[in-house]
Nanobody, 116 residues
Framework: QVQLVESGGGLVQPGGSLRLSCAASGIIFSRYVMGWYRQAPGKERELVAIITSVSNTYADSVKDRFAISRDNAKNTMYLQMNSLKPEDTAVYYC???????????WGQGTQVTVSS
């Protein structure tokens, strides 16, 4: 059974930084597309970043500020978030999907609040 556990969220001032982590278990991590999505109050869930074995993809709103990475040896994915803005406030969700299927798995989410 796939388990995805996010950590690292919290309250940060505008311009600050946070690093989110997603620890995965129950999967062969290297065989999965991994990603981060977020959902702000009253809005739909949106893609933040996706990482595969060959490429990283970012939403335009976070490009040049956020960096996604993964450590296959530790079964962990990261999201380094810099120059945070109030509009980055949302619940951030970890996402996993095998390369060869469309079956998606989600974490429980971690709250990120950017406010002075």
């Amino acid at each position: 059974q796939v388990q995805l556990v996010e950590s690292g969220g919290g309250l940060v001032q505008p311009g600050g930084s946070l690093r989110l982590s997603c620890a995965a278990s129950g999967i062969i991590f290297s065989r999965y597309v991994m990603g981060w999505y977020r959902q702000a109050p009253g809005k739909e869930r949106e893609l933040v970043a996706i990482i595969t074995s060959v490429s990283n993809t970012y939403a335009d709103s976070v490009k040049d500020r956020f960096a996604i990475s993964r450590d296959n040896a530790k079964n962990t994915m990261y999201l380094q978030m810099n120059s945070l803005k109030p509009e980055d406030t949302a619940v951030y969700y970890c996402y996993a999907r095998p390369y060869i299927t469309s079956f998606e798995s989600w974490g429980q989410g971690t709250q990120v609040t950017v406010s002075s």
